[in-house]
């Protein structure tokens, strides 16, 4: 997260935390959990982006804000963003294979539709909340686990 920070420093988009002390562990594979959050940040990344050349020389605000928090049995992670948003239709499309609201040649449509299967595989759940023109944020929750189950932890 870190070096993906500064990538995205330099494209003048801020990051912003704000994570929850001693979450419980989760269970899943780091490398495909590590996945979904990339997937996310670079769908976060494309809107703000987009929505500032849809609007040159604008000012705005340029923020990916990162929460984690803990809910009853759930460790509950957001990635929200200042960028041009999902129409409400849109929320649940996000998902699908091959669905895309990007230009031609700019996005496969595939990545959420992965990270989707992965959260799933998880016993996890992900939504799209999304007003247009004032940025998204995508909301995964994981079950929390019993720290003396066998797997991998994240």
């Known amino acids: 997260l870190d070096i993906f920070s500064q990538?995205?420093?330099?494209?003048?988009?801020e990051v912003a935390r704000d994570m929850a002390e001693d979450l419980p562990?989760?269970?899943?594979?780091?490398?495909?959990l590590e996945q979904?959050?990339?997937?996310?940040?670079?769908?976060?990344?494309?809107a703000i982006e987009e929505k500032a050349a849809a609007q040159?020389?604008?000012?705005?605000?340029?923020?990916?804000?990162l929460?984690?928090?803990r809910s009853g049995r759930q460790v509950v992670c957001q990635v929200c963003d200042t960028g041009i948003g999902?129409?409400?239709?849109?929320?649940?499309k996000v998902f699908e294979p091959f669905f895309?609201?990007?230009?031609?040649?700019?996005?496969?449509?595939?990545?959420?539709?992965?990270?989707?299967g992965i959260v799933k595989e998880c016993g996890g759940a992900?939504?799209?909340v999304s007003r247009p023109g004032t940025g998204a944020c995508f909301e995964v929750t994981f079950p929390v686990e019993d720290s003396h189950h066998d797997g991998h932890e994240r």
């Open 86 to 92: 999902l129409a409400p239709e849109m929320a649940d």
């Open 7 to 13: 990538q995205l420093k330099v494209r003048g988009i």
């Open 67 to 69: 929460r984690t928090a």
């Open 36 to 46: 979904v959050f990339i997937n996310l940040l670079l769908n976060a990344r494309d």
């Open 100 to 116: 895309t609201t990007k230009e031609v040649g700019k996005g496969t449509g595939l990545g959420l539709s992965i990270s989707y």
């Open 56 to 65: 040159p020389g604008a000012e705005m605000e340029r923020r990916i804000t």
């Open 126 to 128: 992900i939504r799209a």
């Open 25 to 32: 562990p989760i269970m899943g594979d780091p490398g495909r």
